[in-house]
């Protein structure tokens, strides 16, 4: 039913290929979230979005007027109190969603150690690498014995109650101590979401600075902890990414295969169904139907999963998902866990595609749940594959549009970026430090998180090419990842066609994109580990707030991508936001817009327009530059011989020539 004429929020459908699609009878029948956004008719709660509606109690709930005395809470909480609540509680379920799939990611890789999937261990190097960090003997062991005694003590570190997290001594030094000064350094990482909770229940922390120390905590649990966990033992288990070429947006479904799309989270499953798609029995099936095969493709952030490290397509980020179910065109959408929306069951229908649940925790109405067995990982996947494929027949109509399969160079890893820039035979990140000390690269700019239908979904495209425009490498994940590969900004020529002088001659000679696909949302880790190794390399100060480096999820949707952003904070890249539910409160928020600095040497910055979003951004990479004495406005110096055949030859298959010609 959305009507492209009578739809209010048609300036923010995504891409030509959606608008293309809407535009066919067959997808003006289904009901979308623009529509739903229209038929609410209503602008937002003001206490909601302010941050000062309590309902933690029964005596509640309470809306909160800072400064009116008639308006504090019936217990007497301040605005800034219940704020504070609020935001440590998003910042608590944003960490417990990293949390569970990070523990299901360590089961599974346990459970891999003892030979019980599909799986292997792939990347040898990088369990040896995490071995020797928490302190695990590698010499003449096999590998499934490491990675057992690893994944134990990973396990481990979910339920400890004292001590500190193994992954914090990652950090740069001095960021460690900062920590330690504040007192904020997570025991164990459950701990922290179950403090979290306790201390935000009625009567408990009633003050704003103290249950910032706890959402402090709390983050970081999921940044060093969960998340980071969660990264590298899939790397280690699926293999860690490397650059490759692949497709992404709706036409990426095929007529002549059976669709099946994959959206959720935990790569445990969509990588089963991989292996499973490949299997000659479901092949001969397949057939058997009249179909050439098994057509996969990713939705959300298991679609960055298998992209990443396979190049499998993705047929449509976080709100493309019903589009992707508009097209009639897919056999079975495979869930798992977070961000599915539960209007995808009713799209649905009447028409032959089934959405399938494939986890215990996330079921929804009028879906089939098949349940994904860890222990049975291979036959779980063909038992779903065997009910997508018979659905194939019963295709009615459908329409795949055909204007744009957008071709992206994806599998930046934070290992990627050191070869890239370092070459094999010196991987470092010292050219990525060189680069910016000299100004050809102004500073790291990290496009992260959701998108969602209140703005326009250019906005992660116009913040990004101003800020390439400036000079400023973008790393993005999830799906403002995906919006950006969909926007042709992850191609080597979009250097050519967007970049400023200096990260354009950067690019071309490496032959990569201005902006680099990083991973999920779990793998914003990667980007603490990536700032870590720039600090390290020297040149840029000690501590990750002296790197002119800045986060962003310009459209954030999730509780996820608040957490991301305060462990961003807590780790001391600034972040900047559309909005935050903070601005009823005028001490709270002016304590995480400006205060935090001080105690971490970062804080929240909030901006709703992209491109002052974007020069928000930029200015805080040139104090950064200031600071460090690199922000002298230099003569362009043309790259030398010596310094191209440096940089040249380290370009990596797949990457093109080196000026955007393939
Ligand atoms: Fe109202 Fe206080 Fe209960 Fe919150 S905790 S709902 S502010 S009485
Ligand atoms: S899927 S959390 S909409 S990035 Fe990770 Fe996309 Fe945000 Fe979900």
Redo the contacts with the bound molecule.
Sequence with gaps: MTDIKGCQSCDSITGDSTLDLLNQDLAKQVRTAYDRLDDRGMSACLFGSGGTCCRICNMGPCQIIDGVESMVGVCGATADTVAARNFARIVAAGTA?HTDHAREMVRGFIATAKGETPHEIKDVAKLHKMATIFGIEIEDRDKNEIALELGERALAEFGQQEGTLTMLKRAPEKQQKIWKEMGVEPRGIDREVVEMMHRTHMGVDQEYKNIMKQVARTSLADGWGASMLSTELTDIMFGTPVPKRAIVDLGVLREDMVNVTVH??EPLLAESLCLAADDAEIIALAKKVGAKGINLAGV?????EILMRRGIPVAG???QQEMVLATGAVEAMVVDV??IMQSVAQIVKGKHTDIITTNYRAKMPDAIHIQFEEDAAYESAKKILKHAIANFKKRGDFYIPKNKKFDVVVGFSHETINYMLGGRFRQSYRPLNDNIINGRIRGIGAL?????YKYSDDVHFKIAVELIKNNVLVLA??????ALGRRGLMRPEAATEYAGDGLREVCETVGMPPVLHVG???DNSRLLIALTEMVNEGGLGDDISQIPAVGS?PL???E??VAIGQYFVTSGAHVVFQDLPVTGAKKFSQYILEGLKEDYGACWGVEKDPIKHARAMIAAIDEKREALGINKKQERVLMDMQMRRDLEGQALPGMGCGHGGN
């Excluded at 959300?300 to 960055?304: A, E, K, L, S």
Aim: hydrophobic letters at 35%; glycine letters at 12%; proline letters at 0%.
């Design positions: 969603a959720g989270h959300c952030c298991t679609g960055n980020s976080f709100i977070q961000c992260v998180g959701c998108e969602h994940t999830g799906c403002a990842a995906q999920s949302c779990v999820a954030w949707m999730s996820k991508a």
